[in-house]
């Protein structure tokens, strides 16, 4: 690979850590062609993108990036490959249900939405880690739910309120 070849790649990586707010990086080194096969049909339908990577051009881009990925360049080691997401807990998700059949890929790392996760030991966290759209989803519900009670309170009780009133008003009369 020539020096032009390799500023054209970081350059591309550069910005595809630059557009991407969910970035894992995995180890799958020692699957066979089938099974990384299927790992990849797997990520395309959870919406993943994976991509095998040479660390030092991925260190390189790391640095020219705008994002700060703290200890993640400290992991590019043997074989990395690039997940990248929309949604922060999706590569997650994928890695643990393919793990159930093969001890491949481990989770070397992520950026997940400004936060940096480091180790395999860190996957259960991010498979319960909600996307942003997740969180104000159950944001709105919490705020509909009382103002939906309020409104059913008030129909209810506006029927007895105004029987009651009427009442009084004929004993009156």
């Given at each position: 690979?020539?020096?032009?070849?390799?500023?054209?790649?970081?350059?591309?990586?550069?910005?595809?850590?630059?557009?991407?707010?969910t970035?894992?990086?995995?180890?799958?080194?020692?699957?066979?062609?089938?099974?990384?096969?299927?790992l990849r049909?797997?990520?395309?339908?959870?919406?993943?993108?994976?991509?095998?990577?040479?660390?030092?051009?991925?260190?390189?881009?790391?640095?020219?990036?705008d994002k700060?990925?703290?200890?993640?360049?400290?992991?590019l080691?043997?074989?990395?490959?690039?997940?990248?997401?929309?949604?922060?807990?999706?590569?997650?998700?994928v890695i643990?249900?393919?793990?159930?059949?093969?001890?491949?890929?481990?989770?070397?790392?992520?950026?997940?939405?400004?936060s940096i996760y480091?180790?395999?030991?860190?996957?259960d966290?991010l498979?319960?880690?909600?996307?942003?759209?997740?969180?104000?989803g159950?944001?709105?519900?919490?705020?509909?739910?009382?103002?939906?009670?309020?409104?059913?309170?008030?129909?209810s009780?506006?029927?007895?309120?105004?029987?009651i009133?009427?009442?009084?008003?004929?004993?009156?009369?």
């Amino acid at each position: 690979m020539t020096r032009e070849e390799k500023s054209l790649v970081i350059e591309q990586l550069t910005a595809e850590l630059s557009e991407n707010p969910t970035i894992y990086l995995a180890d799958i080194s020692g699957l066979d062609a089938g099974t990384t096969s299927n790992l990849r049909r797997a990520c395309f339908k959870a919406g993943v993108r994976l991509s095998v990577v040479k660390n030092t051009l991925l260190a390189k881009a790391m640095e020219s990036s705008d994002k700060d990925f703290g200890d993640l360049s400290e992991v590019l080691k043997g074989n990395t490959s690039l997940m990248y997401a929309e949604t922060g807990n999706a590569p997650a998700k994928v890695i643990k249900e393919f793990r159930k059949k093969s001890e491949k890929p481990v989770l070397k790392g992520a950026y997940v939405e400004e936060s940096i996760y480091v180790g395999d030991d860190q996957l259960d966290t991010l498979v319960n880690v909600k996307s942003k759209d997740e969180l104000i989803g159950e944001i709105i519900g919490l705020l509909q739910s009382p103002a939906k009670n309020v409104i059913s309170a008030l129909k209810s009780s506006g029927g007895t309120i105004a029987g009651i009133v009427k009442t009084l008003s004929e004993k009156e009369g």
